[in-house]
């Protein structure tokens, strides 16, 4: 992994005017202050052919969770390698690796992440949101077959617990984030003032002195607010698992957060989309490596692609290099990217997170090799085909590669 960049608050962008905030950069070591070794220094050694090979298929060795369904829809079990041909940017790979899981198994150490959303969703959503893990416990008590851990994004940052199959503790833990939530409501924020938020975004000046009283200025503020702390944040949840051994089923409960794009937005920026393409590698890299699977839950009532058509998403999900915007990072990509599913055709909200957590039940585990690439994040789709008929598999679409 190359170095981790930071999406900043100089993303912000509004109709009118261009990206307002100074860009930062990485710090890197200026080449003036490479020096001879000093006295008593280690001395490096060089490694070995095999060492380098090693450490080399480590930074390649691409891990993936795979999926089979039959036609009915049920889980397909007792494949076996030979039943799977794994393709890379349209081009066969060797299998390197495989084996059949279950979830159940010691070995697999699957686990799950239940994330309630404060900052996308109004009070009537998380109320929805609340009664539908409740009676999703509840009917699972003493049942839970894998550990949850309550996820809370709120304005106020994120909130992690740890994890449990005690659907007592987790109900308590439910209770006590949605106690006195305060959603971000851009409604209000447009109405009233952003002066306090305004002023980390542009510096001393604020809004005032740029948008003077505008109100889709406010609302383009409180927008561009929700996406970068979503964003973020599950940036962030993807970095936490990445050490954590085993398979993770993160579930996200909510449409997810605002694409940016309409009158409201200028045009990104040359120099804003290599920073969105940027972040979009390290996202999907750390969301890759940690073994994340990403759901999209809600009730058909409540989700929405927001600003953009459902026709739209395999775009979305596959960036051209340095054109990357907002919309590469609409929550329905990701969960496709990471082999995930938006469910989101029943009320039952219970019966869809119930359904998410089933995946890790009965799946396989391929490696293989990827190819070195001529830079680094280099999009490669993915597709995983099984040699039966009516068997369908689902995996990771995509990676970015490294050289």
Same mark, same amino acid.
């Given at each position: 992994m190359g170095v981790v960049l930071v999406l900043t608050w100089s993303g912000l962008k509004m109709a009118g005017q261009e990206s307002s905030g100074q860009e930062t950069t990485p710090a890197v070591l200026p080449a003036a202050q490479s020096q #001879?070794? #000093?006295?008593?220094a280690p001395t490096l050694i060089p490694r070995s052919h095999a060492e380098r090979e090693r450490v080399y298929r480590g930074e390649h060795r691409i891990l993936l969770n795979v999926v089979v369904t039959d036609a009915q829809g049920s889980p397909a079990a007792g494949l076996k390698e030979e039943d799977f041909a794994l393709l890379d940017d349209e081009q066969p790979r060797k299998i390197a690796s495989f084996r059949a899981a279950r979830g159940s198994s010691a070995r697999e150490r699957v686990h799950v992440i239940l994330v309630l959303d404060a900052v996308n969703n109004t009070s009537r959503n998380i109320g929805f949101d609340r009664r539908g893990v409740e009676k999703f416990l509840e009917e699972n008590r003493g049942k839970i077959a894998y550990p949850i851990s309550m996820v809370l994004v709120s304005a106020s940052g994120t909130r992690v617990e740890p994890p449990s199959t005690d659907s007592d503790v987790l109900l308590s833990e439910l209770r006590e984030f949605t106690r006195g939530l305060q959603v971000i409501d851009c409604a209000d924020e447009v109405n009233g003032s952003l002066q306090q938020f305004t002023a980390a975004v542009f510096g001393p000046e604020g809004l005032a002195a740029r948008d003077q009283g505008s109100k889709q200025g406010r609302l383009a503020a409180? @927008? /561009? =607010? =929700?996406? @970068?702390?979503s964003v973020s944040a599950l940036n962030r949840l993807a970095k936490q698992q990445i050490d954590v051994p085993g398979r993770a089923i993160l579930i996200? @409960? *909510?449409? *997810?957060w605002p694409l940016l794009s309409g009158p409201l937005f200028v045009a990104d920026t040359e120099s804003l989309k290599r920073n969105n393409f940027d972040?979009?590698?390290? @996202?999907?890299s750390s969301l890759r490596e940690a073994q994340v699977t990403l759901d999209a839950v809600s009730s058909p009532d409540l989700f929405r692609v927001q600003e953009a058509g459902a026709e739209k998403l395999a775009t979305y999900a596959q960036p051209a290099r340095d054109e990357a915007t907002a919309a590469n990072f609409a929550l329905p990509a990701l969960t496709r990217q990471t082999g995930g599913r938006v469910l989101d055709q029943s009320k039952d909200l219970a019966g869809e997170i119930a359904a998410s957590i089933a995946d890790a039940d009965q799946y396989y585990v391929l490696s293989f090799d990827s190819a070195a690439a001529e830079g680094s994040g280099e999009y490669h789709p993915l597709e995983v085909k099984v040699r039966r008929p009516g068997m369908t598999a689902r995996t /990771?679409? #995509?990676y970015f590669a490294l050289p």
């Open positions: #001879a070794p #000093a006295a008593g409180c @927008l /561009n =607010r =929700r996406y @970068l702390i996200w @409960l *909510g449409a *997810g972040y979009l590698v390290d @996202l999907s /990771n679409a #995509a």
